[in-house]
């Protein structure tokens, strides 16, 4: 099993940052994988970035150039750095962790972009 805690949201004008964490515990050397989905009002869910174990990393198109996915393992912590902000970001942020077998999600973070 493991555990994923999200922190970091809140409300913020346009233009501006915000930093999400997502600390992991429990079985973390079972994870291959780690990363972020929002969910904004009455729309899908949408991926937004992904790191692997070994660092690679990959970003939607719709923040590529504004957010960076990093790593913290002597923390078992995630972070997404989320710069230029836009109000269609708003939503909230789940941290997702895979393994072989399973996917494990956070219980989200509020991200409000005002205009």
């Known amino acids: 099993q493991v555990q994923l805690v999200e922190s970091g949201g809140g409300l913020v004008q346009t233009g501006g940052s915000l930093s999400l964490s997502c600390a992991a515990s429990?079985?973390?050397?079972?994870?291959?994988?780690m990363g972020w989905h929002r969910q904004a009002p009455g729309k899908q869910r949408e991926w937004v970035a992904t790191?692997?174990?070994?660092?690679?990393?990959t970003l939607a198109d719709s923040v590529k150039g504004r957010f960076t996915i990093s790593r913290d393992n002597a923390n078992n912590t995630m972070r997404l750095q989320m710069n230029i902000l836009r109000p269609e970001d708003t939503a909230v942020y789940l941290c997702?962790?895979?393994?072989?077998?399973?996917?494990?999600w956070g219980q989200g973070t509020q991200v409000t972009v005002s205009s």
């Open positions: 429990g079985s973390i050397a079972s994870l291959n994988a």
């Open positions: 997702f962790g895979t393994t072989l077998t399973n996917t494990y």
């Open positions: 790191i692997t174990i070994h660092g690679h990393t």
